[in-house]
C-alpha cells in the first residue's frame, strides 16, 4: 500500500487548528489512478497537502511508503517527499526563468545540489522536458520564458514537471482549471496514460465530474472532509453526483479557457 490514512484530521495549513479533513480513512495501492470530487471547500486540496506531508496531522494516522512520515527527523522526510510529487493549481514558475529549466526543476527533489545548480544554468537533459512538453502539446515553447506564456499554458509547463520528475506517486491538483475542454481532454489522457506507462500512482482533484467517471477506474467523493463515496468510476451515478453537491450539482457552463482559446463549447462541470 503507498498510501494509508487511518481517521485522519488535519487542518488546511500548519499550525491551524481547524480541522478541515474529519476522521477520513483511505487506502491507495501503487500504481492507482483515482480522481479526488466534492464541491469547494470539500477538502480535495487539504487532503493533497496531507499527502505531501505539507500538514500534519492533528489525529488519527498516515502512512506513505509504508512509514509514517511524521515520526521521522526533518532530512529524513524530506526524502521522503521527493518519493511524491504536487502539482499545484497555480504552479509557483519564476516569471523571467525559461520553461525548459521550469518543467526541469520536477526533477530537482532526486539530484544533488550539484546537479540542481548545474540545472539552473544549463539544463542537459533538455531533451527530457522536450518530450513531456511535447506530450501537453507545448514542444515549440522549449525555450520560451514563462511571462510570455499564456495561463493555460503555464499550467501545462507545470504539469510537465510532473512527468520528468522521479516520483512514485503524483498529487495533481485541478489541472483543468485554465484550460478549455479539448485541450483538458488531451491533458488528462497525457496524465493517465504517462502515469500507467511508468507505473506511478496518480491521485487527481476534479471539478468535472464527467471527466472523472470518464477518465479515471476510482472515484472518491470528499464532503465536509469525509470521503462519501470510494469506488469505480463507473458506478457512481447521477443521483449520487445530484446527492454530492446537492440541486446544483450538474451544471452546464463553459469551463475557464485557456488565454490563447477565443472560444469553447460548454462542459458539464461541478461546483
Known sequence: ????????????????????????????????QLALIGSSGAGKTSLLQ???????????????????????????????RGRLFLAPQAPPLPPRQRVVTAV??????????????????????????????????????????????????????G??????????????????????????????????????SADRTLVCTLHQVEVARRSFPRIVALRDGMVVYDGAASAFTDAQVAALYGARGLVDEPVERDDDVRAARPQIVCR
Open 1 to 32: 500500500m503507498i498510501v494509508s490514512l487511518r481517521d485522519l484530521r488535519a487542518a488546511a495549513a500548519p499550525g491551524a487548528n481547524a480541522e478541515v479533513l474529519r476522521g477520513l480513512s483511505l487506502d491507495i495501492r501503487r500504481g492507482e
Open 50 to 80: 496531507a499527502l505531501a506531508c505539507a500538514v500534519p496531522p492533528l489525529a488519527g494516522t498516515l502512512t506513505l511508503f509504508g512509514t509514517d512520515p511524521w515520526a521521522l527527523s526533518t532530512a529524513a522526510r524530506q526524502r521522503l
Open 104 to 157: 526541469l526543476a520536477g526533477r530537482l527533489p532526486a539530484q544533488s545540489l550539484w546537479a540542481s545548480l548545474r540545472t539552473l544554468w544549463h539544463p542537459r537533459e533538455a531533451g527530457l522536458a522536450q518530450a513531456a512538453l511535447a506530450a501537453l502539446d507545448l514542444g515549440d515553447k522549449l525555450w520560451e520564458r514563462v511571462d510570455r506564456l499564456s495561463g493555460g499554458e503555464r499550467q501545462r509547463v
Open 159 to 196: 504539469l510537465a514537471r510532473a512527468l520528468v520528475a522521479d516520483a512514485e506517486l503524483w498529487l495533481i491538483d485541478e489541472p483543468l482549471s485554465a484550460l478549455d475542454p479539448a485541450r483538458a481532454e488531451q491533458v488528462i489522457d497525457s496524465l493517465t496514460t504517462a502515469a500507467r
